[in-house]
């Protein structure tokens, strides 16, 4: 089974950006994948998907500020946020089938 290991989370001020990435230890080019996003004790959401063809998906209230992206030759999967709100505060998984990353906290607060 793959494994998963997220990076580029931390703090950030509400307007700005971040780039977050999820590193595969093995080739990815053959699955689906995804971000999820975890605040508290809630329920884990699925925000944004991305197929073996590259289409991506995301839910409704992230359009046009979030985008995943892929790169199978990097083993990498990629997750640009921008104008983050403190809604967007969270922890974020990648995850590829039934592997799942440790996450990575993404916090935005002036």
């Known amino acids: 089974q793959v494994q998963l290991v997220e990076s580029g989370g931390g703090l950030v001020q509400p307007g700005g950006s971040l780039r977050l990435s999820c590193v595969a230890s093995?080739?990815?080019?053959?699955?689906?994948m995804g971000w999820y996003r975890q605040v508290g004790d809630k329920q884990r959401e699925l925000i944004a998907h991305?197929?073996?063809?590259?289409?991506?998906k995301y839910i409704n209230s992230l359009k046009g500020r979030f985008t995943i992206s892929r790169d199978n030759a990097k083993r990498t999967l990629y997750l640009q946020m921008n104008v983050l709100t403190p809604e967007d505060t969270a922890v974020y998984y990648c995850n590829a089938l039934d592997a799942w990353g440790p996450g990575t906290q993404v916090t935005v607060s002036s």
């Open positions: 093995g080739e990815i080019e053959w699955y689906p």
């Open positions: 991305i197929d073996i063809g590259g289409t991506a």
